[in-house]
């Protein structure tokens, strides 16, 4: 069991560090007949004149170089929830968020439930991929770029209330701390707003499938994660689906964030992950 587990932890890390810097919540399932009009939609979509997934995808970084270097602090409430097909909980951690620029993450736990083994084999080491990731203990160079994918402008989608570019990335190689998916890249400010995919790898053997969607919403001018969701389907152990909740953000007050006065007593402090910050 434990070694199950522990394959499960590493795929939700694989599949949350792939949804490089989430919007509406989850949409329905489609229709068969709604998901195959959609698909002939985007083959037959033609892009506007010169633009390409490239282009799109230089506009995006070369904003979020600006939103970042506007980003001094902020602090938010995540829930990480495992639960089974069924829907029973298996674990539950409430933490509370505090980024403060260039290169601060505190980490502190409101709350738990469920198995023990399954919060500290997924949810602790998750929150610690986020400092060996950033501080280059384990490197990975996962960035969406041109270096590590090929895109296509396949389309336009509504996002919740975000009219989208959709884009196909395709791995330059098969790593798996890359994807094969669509991006969805907001049409007026060339922010992320939701990412699908699975890993260009399969990353073990147990893993039969495995399938991530990230979104962000928009607060303050700022693009912040909103919901992580990875289903995991693992051999002779069935489906998990692992969710993680980003709320009550508050960005850039006037006087620093209570609490990040450098008592670290309690408090996991790590860097921000280069995937996983906004």
Not at 52 to 58: E, P, Q
């Amino acid at each position: 069991m434990t070694g199950r587990i522990g394959r499960i932890e590493r795929l939700v890390v694989v599949a949350l560090i792939l949804g490089a810097a989430s919007a509406a919540p989850v949409t329905k399932a489609q229709s068969f007949t709604d998901a195959t009009s959609r698909e002939e939609g985007l083959s037959n979509y033609s892009a506007p004149a010169g633009l390409t997934g490239d282009d799109v995808i230089a506009r995006m970084l070369e904003r979020n170089r600006l939103r970042n270097e506007q980003l001094q602090r902020y602090s938010a409430v995540r829930t990480y929830e495992i639960r089974n097909p069924e829907g029973k909980l298996a674990a539950q951690a409430v933490v509370r968020v505090e980024y403060q620029a260039p290169d601060k993450k505190t980490f502190n736990k409101t709350s738990e439930k469920g198995s023990g083994l399954v919060r500290h084999l997924v949810f602790d080491r998750l929150i610690q991929s986020e400092s060996e990731t950033s501080s280059g203990r384990e490197h990975h160079d996962s960035a969406i770029t041109t270096t590590n994918y090929t895109f296509k402008l396949v389309g336009e989608e509504e996002v919740g209330s975000y009219h989208c570019l959709v884009l196909e990335a395709a791995p330059k190689r098969k790593d798996k701390y890359l994807f094969e998916g669509k991006i969805w890249i907001d049409a007026e400010d060339f922010a992320i707003v939701k990412i699908a995919g699975h890993p260009a790898k399969k990353p073990s053997f147990w893993i039969n499938r495995a399938d991530f969607v990230r979104q962000y919403q928009r607060i303050d001018g700022f693009w912040v994660p909103y919901r992580d969701e990875t289903s995991v389907e693992v051999k002779m152990y069935g489906r998990r689906a692992f969710t993680v909740d980003h709320q009550q953000y508050v960005i850039n007050p006037d006087s620093p964030i209570e609490g990040s006065n450098g008592d670290t007593r309690g408090i996991i402090l790590v860097a921000p992950s280069a995937a996983l910050r906004p």
